[in-house]
């Protein structure tokens, strides 16, 4: 039914003080895209944090991937109702498509887990995952168990619940597939059975010398009508999540779409809504709610053991809070948290104090910083950490300690308002400090999970920082422990103060190179290059050689000179004759110092530096593969690294942008190759219709890759010369049966024998967004292929005649497929290069 109860905004309205009527409340929703800067607060969010004490309420949304999360309805748990909100997204997205960059698998992990981040940091929920790996599109929850460990995976969710404590659990998706994606359904099975698993002290047994069982009140389904499929109706329970919340001076719709938008790499920008949005949920578990969705959960301090005075302090604080003189409250704030500390212990007192405590500093208008001006820590290098407070508004506060890793410094200096305190600190980086590296990153990983050995990090979202700074400052007479991220600070000319993430780095890195060396008569070899970091003593004369093993597993270099101190890189040449069919791990000497990791970056103005590093490998293979053709023009769409697989094969490859396309003459291409994505991502396409069109007509090769259809990307420009769609199917399954159509094709002859053999050993799946509808007067079809209880589906790869030339559309997933070294794939591009050529030899 509906609910009509007021929210405890709505109740507040009235009890605010007349000051704050006097000032606008606004705050900015939209994080500094620079993200690690320090967090700032305005009165208005100190108010509402003062309010908040008083809700002792939680609520866990659980679904499969970053984006999968309904933001408006956090921001209205989070913002307005004022529970304790979290998002258990059990992948982090590793396995969707990239708009915006040619990052996939665990790179587009990382970047999604930190698009996800930021979108909490404005929603005002926190923050969880599973190790599940996002495999890809799945078509059922079968599917999905057979590469998630089912019970592992469970238990990460029991973890997270006995953890969170949710009074409520809400899914996004139910658990009979209305949701259309395999890992969807599976989210919703795995919330299900947690929900009763969390409270078994025989289930999981091994969690409880850490956590206690948990049982929430209800697990709930948040229905949903998107596009044909609608699951709701008038009779499930309701409510309105639309409203305005004027201390904020926005809608939830608007948090919510500024929220969303911050999954840029899947192209999830959204407009802001206003006005009511009724939210429909259906009871799958426990007792179903009437008025509230709370209903039978005592939100207030009744529920911890001596806590009714609690209450009344806190209902003291809001009142008499002052929105220009917040440093009034600090006082009161420190007698709370003593309160509540001498409270008997219980998972509210805990998360309670650490509220407190966060507003004590806000309120304080204390400044804490501690940064470095260099990005990277060399193992054996010194690093220098600056460090800078201010008592900003002159609270009673006075340093007592500053320590971090392996700084430890004890002192009496009394903070007086508004004066820096400014020094800083120089000390050797150990040879066993750790290496920032993202934590379910650091085990090798299974098909379809990470391998996560320490169970306190199950849950955590982020990789713990290089290096964290406890600040000790008394206030008001008690101490508090701040701690704080040391981070690299430096300013940029455009914009401005930046703050980014310290990473300790080895003393001798690899940098990236192409993990996959394909033997053909075309290759001459490949090169390899290396940094010697800062400080490696290395004995003269300056030198740089390499050496395989007998075993030929293992491609060292040594190297031999001096870097006095500085950062050196080194490129050392290995010829094809050296490199066998294997896989070679990568290493550098130093006299007794080995290092085998290439350093990898990512950089975008909307997420904070990623630094990880990945094992130095290089797999060698040899294929036996003929070409025919030599230029290949390359029109770059959403990102993949097809190119650098054309290179190897012996292709010369031209990246071909709108100026490219306008400039340069398209018959020197003996084909032109549209990246994945290309049409929904570069919306220019649809002006060179005509001449790719002429180009094809006169005897060009044009083949296009994939691209979407769908809500968030269509394909608005027109690609070929004959009518077709593209429809959203595709067959998941990449062992799935291949059926010859046209078995005469020259497309599986020429120049390279196409068998059955060539789709062995496929990654991941087959083939993404097929061609459907398409004119069978003027296309041919090749194969026909389909997932377990699916009819044949024959859209993958059709090729059509046009004038002198040819025009290609694939969903063959070249993009996963040639990076990942799979034969097959490479004779099938090879041959469909080749198109029109088969005459002229």
């Given amino acids: ?53 008083n809700v002792l309420g939680s609520v866990l949304y659980v679904a499969a991937h970053p984006d999968d999360e309904n933001t408006r309805l956090l921001a209205y748990f989070s913002k307005d109702r004022m529970y304790r909100t979290g998002y258990l997204s059990l992948t982090r997205g590793d396995g969707g498509q990239n708009l915006i960059g040619n990052e996939q698998g665990i790179e587009l992990g990382l970047i999604r887990t930190q698009e996800l981040l930021s979108a909490r940091r404005i929603d005002g929920a926190e923050q969880f995952f599973s190790r599940a790996f996002d495999f890809g599109f799945s078509k059922n929850p079968q599917e999905t168990f057979t590469k998630w460990d089912r019970e592992k995976i469970l238990s990460d969710v029991v973890w997270v619940i006995r953890k969170f404590q949710p009074d409520v659990i809400i899914t996004r998706f139910p658990t009979t597939g209305e949701g259309g994606h395999g890992h969807h359904t599976a989210s919703a099975i795995l919330a299900n059975e947690a929900f009763s698993a969390a409270a078994d002290p025989k289930r999981f047994p091994e969690q409880l010398k850490y956590v206690k069982t948990w049982q929430a009140k209800r697990i709930l389904w948040n229905t949903f009508n998107f596009g044909s499929t609608n699951t709701t109706s008038s009779d499930q329970f309701k409510f309105d999540v639309g409203g305005y919340n004027p201390l904020l001076g926005k809608s939830y719709g608007e948090i919510a779409a500024a929220s969303r938008s911050q999954h840029k790499s899947q192209g999830f920008g959204v407009p802001a809504s206003r006005g009511e949005v009724i939210e429909y949920f259906s009871t799958t578990g426990g007792s179903a709610p009437t008025n509230d969705i709370m209903d039978g959960v005592d939100l207030t301090w009744k529920r911890v053991q001596g806590g009714e005075a609690i209450s009344k302090m806190i209902d003291k604080l809001s009142s008499s809070f002052d929105l220009l003189h917040p440093e009034n409250s600090v006082k009161g704030l420190v007698e709370l948290y003593r309160a509540i500390n001498e409270l008997t212990g219980s998972y509210w007192k805990t ?101 996560v050995k320490d169970q306190q990090k199950i849950g955590q979202p982020d990789l713990d920082a290089a290096y964290v700074t406890k600040f000790t400052i008394n206030i008001e007479g008690e101490d508090f422990n701040f701690n704080k991220s040391v981070k690299y600070k430096f300013t940029d000319p455009v914009k401005g103060e930046v703050y980014e993430p310290v990473v300790v780095i080895p003393q001798i890195t690899f940098r990236d190179f192409n993990p996959l060396y394909i033997k053909t008569d075309k290759q001459t070899g490949t090169e390899i290059s290396f940094t010697a970091n800062k400080s490696v003593n290395i004995p003269t004369p300056r030198s740089v050689s390499h050496s395989l093993n007998a075993k030929p597993d293992t491609l060292s270099f040594v190297i031999g000179g001096i870097a006095l101190g500085k950062k050196q890189v080194f490129t050392e040449s290995i010829t094809d004759k050296e490199l066998n069919p294997g896989v070679y791990k990568i290493n550098a000497a130093s006299d007794s110092f080995h290092a085998g990791y290439i350093q990898r970056s990512i950089a975008y103005d909307h997420i904070p530096y990623i630094t990880y590093f990945k094992e130095a490998l290089l797999t060698v293979k040899k294929i036996d593969l003929k070409i025919v053709g030599k230029k290949v023009g390359y029109i770059v769409g959403a990102g993949d690294k097809v190119p650098e697989a054309l290179e190897q094969m012996g292709y010369e490859v031209t990246l071909l942008g709108d100026k490219e396309l306008s400039r340069n003459n398209l018959h020197q291409f003996d ?135 040819t025009f290609v559309y694939t969903g063959l997933v070249f993009f996963r497929e040639l990076p990942a070294g799979v034969p097959g794939a490479y004779l099938l591009m090879a041959n469909l290069i080749a198109l029109n050529k088969e005459k002229a030899f």
Avoid at 374 to 382: K, L, M
Avoid at 402 to 422: E, M, Q
Avoid at 721 to 727: A, H, M, Q, R, S
Avoid at 778 to 795: A, L, V
Wanted: include cysteine.
């Fill in 351 to 451: 998360q309670k104090l650490k509220e407190v405590q966060q507003l004590i500093e806000q309120c304080s208008g204390l400044f804490l910083d501690a940064t470095t001006t260099e990005q990277f820590a060399v193992q054996t290098d010194s690093i220098r950490i600056n460090f800078s407070l201010n008592n900003r508004l002159g609270v009673n506060a006075a340093l007592k300690n500053i320590s971090v890793d392996p700084f430890d410094s004890s002192l009496t200096v009394p903070l007086a308002k508004n004066k820096n305190v400014i020094f800083g600190k120089t000390f050797l980086v150990s040879p066993s400090k750790p290496i920032t590296q993202p934590y379910w990153l650091q085990n090798k990983m299974a098909e379809g999970y990470f391998n």
């Fill in 1 to 53: 039914m509906f609910s009509s109860l007021p929210s405890p905004l709505h109740q507040w309205r009235g009890v605010i003080r007349k000051n704050f009527l006097t000032v606008a409340c606004i705050v900015s929703l939209v994080p500094c895209s620079f993200s690690q800067a320090p967090a700032t607060w305005t009165s208005s969010d100190m108010y509402l944090a003062i309010r908040k004490l």
């Fill in 671 to 805: 084909a032109i190759i549209t990246g994945v994505r290309a049409y929904n991502t570069d919306v220019w396409l649809n002006d060179y219709y005509d001449k790719l069109m002429k180009y094809v007509n006169e005897g060009g090769n044009l083949i296009v890759q994939y691209n979407t259809v769908n809500f968030v990307s269509n394909v608005k420009s027109r690609m070929g010369p004959y009518n077709f769609e593209i429809v959203n199917r595709r067959v998941t399954d990449e062992n799935a049966d291949v059926k010859f159509l046209n078995p005469s094709h020259s497309v599986l002859h020429f120049p390279n024998e196409i068998t059955q053999d060539d789709f062995r050993g496929w990654i991941q799946e087959r083939s993404i967004y097929h061609a459907g509808n398409f004119d069978k007067t003027n296309f041919e079809t090749i194969f026909s292929m389909h997932d377990p209880g699916e009819g044949d589906d024959d859209g993958s790869l059709i090729i059509g005649r046009y004038g002198k030339g």
